[in-house]
Every structure is written in structure tokens, then in C-alpha cells.
């Protein structure tokens, strides 16, 4: 009789946990699905706008060489030291001539033997086999002779400055260029500009450039060429730009701003705390009334006007009620109070 007893006892007491255990949960489930959010809405609507790209940079050499012999050796004399300006075809640099002195040696033999080879065709006193072994012989010699020369004598291929110099006169080249030859009467940079932006960039079109160093000084240069592909990390494309600097002013590695006009557009512009960023990721969004209910949509961000930024997506309209204040409060789907303007 005592264990039927414990035995009831037990059953009573487990009833009344699970029923203890189970009442304030779906009170809250309830009260979850029941909850507003007091929020500030705005109706959005389409602004005028001067669209201006702004973006910063480090400017590079137009065009950058490295001296560098194909085959070791020793270095006999550089006609140049760091910081020398140099026109296209002055000598730079002169390599141990033995290799190249025995091949035009040998150049020359062959030369004199192919000649004295196509007389005796001509009578037949030799086989064309014979005349043909010599002139292969010839040809081969000739095209080490050419690339011996281009590797012995370096010439610049275009106006510069020589920015890196390695070596001394009388060292053994072993791999690191010898110098390194910079154009700097132009300039390019490359910028990434987000993908929003990728039809309306065309080559030719102005930028202005801007340095720390120069206040108040515009530089102008042009888009070259706009690269064909978006990145798919940071949904971003690049562009190079071409700068003319004829004065010097600009130099290699210099820091500058850079500022794309793109002419006057009709968009979206919103406050700035209105548009959130995804946890983890670049992506950006806001939330939408929608007859009473939160609605998050995804955007793109475009120009940044000081409180403001312009926002991009096929998801909202003019007209849409965009939460200004209460938005970071909010899930998609959460239920909305819309707190009354004093």
C-alpha cells in the first residue's frame, strides 16, 4: 500500500512540472507574436542629385621596367645612378661583352663560308644538303648574336627616371634587376568603383585628382580603360586612369583623392543611420512599413551626402514608408507602431 502511494506521488509531482513547465512558455510564444515596435517612418521619394564618384588612390609609373639580363654575368658598367633622367635609346647599362665578341666572330666565319658555299651550289660542286646545314648554322648563330646584344647593351624603351639602381659597376648580376626605369611624365591609378556604377562609366571620361601636398590644386585625368569584369567579393569593378604630368608635380606612390562628376541623376536619398549593415557581410538594408509590418529589403549604397547617403534597389519605390528611428530594434515580419509627430 506505501509503494502505490509513492508511486502516486511520484505521477502528481512529474504532472505538475511538465504543467508548470509548459504554461509560461506559450504565454510567451504569445506575447512575442502579439509585440510592437514603436518606430519613426519617412515616405521616401525621389531627389535631384549631382552624382559625383569619390574615391583614393596611389599613383604609379605609366609604364615600369626592369633591367634584367636574361643570363648571368658580369655587369661592366651602368651609365646611370638613381634619380637620373634618361630619353628612349640611351645606353644604361653594358654587360660583359666576351660571349657576344666570340658569337660575332663566329657570325662573321659563317657568313663568309655561306657565300663560298652558294658559288659551289651554283656548279654544283657542293650538295644542298651541304649548303643547307651551313645556312641553318648561320640563321642560329644570327639569332644568338641578336639575343647576346639585346642582353649585353640595355637602351631605355621610353623617357624616365631610374628609380632603383642594385649594383655597382664590376658585380656579378645574380637575379635582382639591375635598375628599375619609371615613366613619370604620365601617371596611372586604379580605383574600384562599386558595380551600381558599371554602365555609366565610359572610357574618356574626366577625373579630377587631388593631393594633400598641392591644396587647392586640381589635376585632371581620364578614364583609360574600364576593366570588363565585377569582383565577385567585393561587387566591385576597376578602372585605370591616365594623368598627365608634365609639370612633375605628381610622383609615383603619392596618396590622392580622386572624383568622378557623373553628371545630375534622379535617385533615392535616405538618412544614413536608416540603412543597416548585415552581420558577417557588406551587405546593407532597410525596413519598409508595410500596411503595419516590418519589411526588410536590400540595397546597394551609392553617393554619401553627410547625414544622407543615396540608396539603390528594385525593392522600393517612391512613396514606400521607410523606418527612420526604431529600425535596429526590428525583425523581418516584426508588427509596427508608428509613433505620433509631436
Known amino acids: 500500500m506505501r509503494d502505490m502511494n509513492t508511486r502516486l506521488a511520484i505521477l502528481l509531482l512529474s504532472a505538475v512540472a511538465v504543467i508548470a513547465g509548459c504554461g509560461p ?14 518606430v519613426c517612418t519617412t515616405p521616401l521619394h525621389l531627389s535631384e542629385i549631382t552624382r559625383v564618384l569619390e574615391f583614393s588612390t596611389t599613383l604609379q609609373g605609366y609604364q615600369t621596367m626592369n633591367v634584367a639580363p636574361s643570363l648571368t654575368g658580369k655587369i661592366e658598367h651602368i651609365f646611370v645612378r638613381e634619380g637620373s633622367t634618361v630619353n628612349a635609346g640611351d645606353l644604361l647599362v653594358r654587360m660583359d661583352q666576351n660571349q657576344l665578341n666570340t658569337t ?28 643547307d646545314q651551313t645556312k641553318l648554322s648561320y640563321d642560329q648563330t644570327k639569332e644568338s648574336m641578336e639575343f647576346l ?49 558599371f554602365p555609366i562609366v565610359k572610357e574618356g571620361m574626366t577625373v579630377n585628382i587631388e593631393s594633400d601636398i598641392y591644396p587647392g590644386t586640381v589635376f585632371s585625368s581620364t578614364v583609360e580603360t574600364v576593366y570588363p569584369t565585377i569582383d565577385a567579393n ?38 544614413y543611420q536608416a540603412v543597416l549593415k548585415m552581420t558577417g557581410s557588406n551587405e546593407r538594408y532597410v525596413f519598409l512599413d508595410k500596411d503595419g509590418v516590418a519589411e526588410r529589403v536590400f540595397v546597394k549604397t551609392g553617393q554619401r551626402f553627410d547625414d544622407a547617403i543615396e540608396i539603390i534597389s528594385d525593392g522600393i519605390k517612391e512613396g514606400d514608408m521607410l523606418v527612420t528611428v526604431g529600425q535596429s530594434k526590428l525583425v523581418d515580419g516584426s508588427k509596427l507602431k508608428i509613433a505620433e509627430e509631436k
Do not use: C
Not at 244 to 270: E, Q
Open 149 to 197: 646584344e639585346r642582353n649585353t647593351f640595355f637602351k631605355a624603351p621610353f623617357q624616365g627616371v631610374i628609380s632603383a639602381k642594385n649594383y655597382e659597376d664590376g658585380e656579378l648580376y645574380s637575379g635582382q634587376p639591375i635598375l628599375v626605369l619609371t615613366q613619370i611624365t604620365v601617371l596611372k591609378a586604379l580605383v574600384n568603383i562599386p558595380e551600381s556604377y
Open 234 to 271: 567585393s561587387h566591385t569593378f576597376q578602372v585605370r586612369l591616365k594623368i598627365p604630368n608634365g609639370s612633375l608635380k605628381l610622383r609615383p606612390g603619392m596618396y590622392v583623392y580622386t572624383s568622378m562628376p557623373m553628371g545630375k541623376a534622379r535617385t533615392m536619398v535616405v538618412p
Open 104 to 131: 660575332k666572330l663566329t657570325y662573321a666565319n659563317l657568313g663568309v663560308e655561306l657565300q663560298r658555299l652558294s658559288a659551289l651550289r651554283e656548279t654544283g660542286a657542293i650538295s644542298q644538303q651541304a649548303y
Open 25 to 38: 512558455e506559450k504565454n510567451g510564444n504569445k506575447e512575442q507574436q502579439e509585440r510592437t515596435e514603436l
